[in-house]
């Protein structure tokens, strides 16, 4: 799947909320950009903790300001960005989160070196489980 119109643009948002990753124990620096349909844009980076455990990614950072901004539905796309050249790949309980809002997101996975891939939340999450499916 090939980036659309804005994803390169998302995608220099993340980079530059990866500048404020708190990564002192893994060094694994990540940034995300969550675009709204009206074209608002929400950041995050991962955040970590002496006590492990209590480390936030930075796809579930994002999705939590969006949240907190009042965007809770009609994300458009998520970028995702690390250092290097190998892809990123988010993690299982951020794909989750990530659908419980916008199950049909667009993400754009990219490297600090250029690398780019897009691919869809339903591909990364199929058959997912969601709000849909409780009961009215
Ligand atoms: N991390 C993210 O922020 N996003 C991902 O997609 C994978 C992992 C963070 C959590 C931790 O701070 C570090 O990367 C290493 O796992």
Redesign the pocket.
């Known amino acids: 799947m090939t980036l659309g119109p804005g994803d390169e643009d998302l995608v220099r948002v993340a980079a530059l909320a990866r500048e404020r990753a708190y ?1 002192p ?2 060094r ?1 620096r ?1 940034g ?1 950009a969550i675009r709204t349909k009206r074209n608002k844009i929400h950041t995050g980076a ?3 903790n002496a006590s492990y455990g209590l ?1 936030v ?3 579930r950072c994002a999705a939590f300001a969006a949240v907190a901004a009042g965007e809770t539905k009609d994300w458009d796309a998520i970028a ?1 960005v690390i250092g290097g050249d190998a892809l ?4 299982g309980a ?1 794909r989750q989160v990530l659908h419980e809002f916008s199950p049909a997101l667009r993400v754009i996975l990219a490297t600090t070196g250029g690398a780019r891939k897009a691919t869809t939340l339903a591909e990364l999450l199929p058959d997912a489980f969601g709000p849909e499916r409780l009961a009215p």
């Open positions: 990564a124990y893994s694994y990540v995300a991962n955040v970590e480390t990614c930075a796809e995702i990123p790949s988010p993690c951020c």
